[in-house]
Each structure stands twice: as C-alpha cells, then as structure tokens.
C-alpha cells in the first residue's frame, strides 16, 4: 500500500528565507507524486506535480520541488517566501496501479511566514 | 475552483436526520472523490467514482453513501446524522491522459455541524 510522511506538522520561517516542506513516500510502482496548498477556509489548490522527467519540477507561485528517487522523497522548496505563503500544505502520492486514480494525501505542514 | 461546485456550503443539522451533499462540476472530468478533512487526520477518502453508476468505498464510508447518475453531480448522503460526522466535507475531481495529468481539483468544501 502507498503511504505519504509529512515529518513536521509546522515549519517557521522568516519571509525572504528560503524554505522548505519535506515529504517522503512509499508505493510499489513508480510514483506520482502532487504538493497542494490550502488557505483558510478554501478547498485544496494544485501546485505542481512529478510524473516523469526532470527531477525539479516548478509550480505555480514560485515553488518547486524536487524528486529524489533514493531517498523517496519529494521535498517542497521556494527560494524566498512571502507572508501570503502561510497556509497548510499537503503532499500526496498516486499508485501507477491505480484504477480509481486515487491519491493518499500526507497528514499536512503549516507553513507560518513571518515578516 | 476548477468549475466544481459544492452545495450547500454551510450546513447545520441534528442527529439521526438524513443529510444530502452535493458535488457538481462543469469540466467532464471521469473522476469524483468525497473527502472528509478533520483536525488531525487530514484528508480522508469516503468514496470515489470511476464513471456513471460506477462507485466503490475509501477508507471511511460507514454512514455515507453515494450516487452518481450524470457525469457532473455527485451526491454524498448521510443516511442519518451523527455527531461524529460533523467535519469539512471536500468534493475532488480528475482524469487521466491526455486529458489532465492525474493530479485532482478539489471543490470549496461544505461545512457540516450535527448537533
């Protein structure tokens, strides 16, 4: 079965810093691998994907991410965040075997930006 | 929101009445999916739908059911209300190449208070 870790459920960092959101997964086949933000009160917004290619991938808003195949991770980066980028992030991943096309979604990071 | 809308938005109900949530998009996308969202679980998968007529459980569906009749409605019931259903309820959408990518677009969810 397919899993996803968020290791820290809040990550603070000071706005113009880099930061990032760490994510690692486990799944049998190749991976599909999705980050997600949500703000308050709002339905979860796309960000970007890993599907095959370039190992970085670069999303909306100035993220990106990065997959790493030996460390089974796809950690969440920006090179300077913004106080609008406080919010709740999620990771999630698809099972190529997957007839639902389901995702397991990690159990989330709030991202705190503070000036 | 990606052309998915959720009614009602904001519901309150007592215990034991049934309750109708209702999904609907506009993007013909194959894929449905009803999410809970609560404070320390995450996001968890009710039931999804793979076509018209064509559904199956997620990992919490005791106390739901669905129904899909046209491709763009979706209807979550809660066939008689507990307090422990009370929760943020997120309708998603998805298709698969070449029509998207796999990855899902959530609605703006419905807040669902049983008293």
């Known amino acids: 079965a397919q899993s996803v870790a968020q290791p820290e459920d809040q990550v603070n960092v000071a706005e113009g810093n880099p930061l990032t959101v760490k994510c690692t997964y486990s799944?049998?086949?190749?991976?599909?691998l999705f980050w997600y933000v949500q703000y308050p009160n709002r339905g979860l917004q796309f960000l970007l994907k890993?599907?095959?290619?370039?190992?970085l991938v670069k999303g909306s808003y100035g993220f990106e991410a990065e997959f790493n195949k030996s460390q089974t991770s796809f950690h969440l980066k920006k090179p300077s965040a913004l106080v609008s980028d406080s919010a709740l992030y999620f990771c999630?991943?698809?099972?190529?075997?997957?007839?639902?096309?389901?995702?397991?979604f990690g159990g989330g990071t709030r991202l705190m930006v503070k000036p | 929101d990606a052309g998915i809308t959720q009614s009602p938005r904001h519901k309150v109900t007592e215990t034991g009445t049934p309750v109708t949530l209702r999904c609907h998009q506009t993007?013909?996308?194959?894929?449905m999916y009803w999410y809970r969202q609560d404070p320390g679980h995450g996001l968890r998968l009710i039931h999804y739908?793979?076509?018209?007529?064509?559904?199956d459980k997620g990992e919490v569906s005791d106390g739901y059911s669905v129904s899909r009749s046209k491709t763009e409605d979706f209807l979550l019931t809660l066939e008689s209300a507990t307090s422990s259903q009370t929760s943020v309820y997120f309708c998603?959408?998805?298709?698969?190449?070449?029509?998207?990518?796999?990855?899902?677009?959530f609605g703006p969810g419905t807040r669902l208070t049983v008293t």
């Open positions: 998603a959408i998805s298709d698969i190449p070449p029509k998207i990518g796999y990855e899902q677009y």
């Open positions: 993007e013909n996308h194959r894929y």
């Open positions: 799944v049998s086949g190749n991976p599909y």
């Open positions: 890993y599907i095959t290619g370039d190992n």
């Open positions: 999630a991943v698809r099972d190529g075997g997957n007839a639902g096309n389901m995702l397991t």
């Open positions: 739908s793979y076509g018209v007529k064509d559904t």
